[in-house]
């Protein structure tokens, strides 16, 4: 066997985040943090044209969602080590809080959370 990842991969990020925040937010109850939660959305109406007749869905995964209770706080978009974010990126993490309830006031793009960067 060879193994093929060599880098620091976005969830060894997570990891360290998931350490930072709870440091951050010593407060926190357990399980407040999500890891890679998925969504689904219903679109009744679309930009793009639909025939109607079938339902159109979405899905996406977020990185970290952060609660307090069933409260959202956060979402933080995350990439690899030495990826930067870019403004996609950013729209990705906003479109989340948009769609939880009540909408979390931090949306952090964090590449370099834990190093401060």
């Known amino acids: 066997m060879k193994q093929l990842t060599t880098a620091p991969t976005e969830a060894d990020l997570e990891a360290k985040i998931h350490a ?8 926190l109850p357990p399980g407040s943090l999500r890891h890679q939660t998925k969504f689904e959305f219903k679109f009744g109406h679309r930009i793009v044209q639909i025939d109607g007749k079938e339902v159109s869905k979405v899905q996406g995964r977020s990185d970290v969602l ?4 069933d409260t ?14 870019t403004q996609e990126d950013r729209e990705q993490g906003l479109s989340y809080a ?13 590449p370099d959370f834990c190093t401060g960067r």
């Open 66 to 69: 952060v609660f307090h209770n």
């Open 20 to 27: 930072a925040v709870l440091a951050a937010f010593p407060w």
């Open 72 to 85: 959202p706080l956060a979402v933080l978009e995350l990439k690899r080590e030495g990826l930067p974010l």
């Open 98 to 110: 948009r769609m939880l309830h009540p909408r979390p006031p931090l949306v952090e793009p964090a």
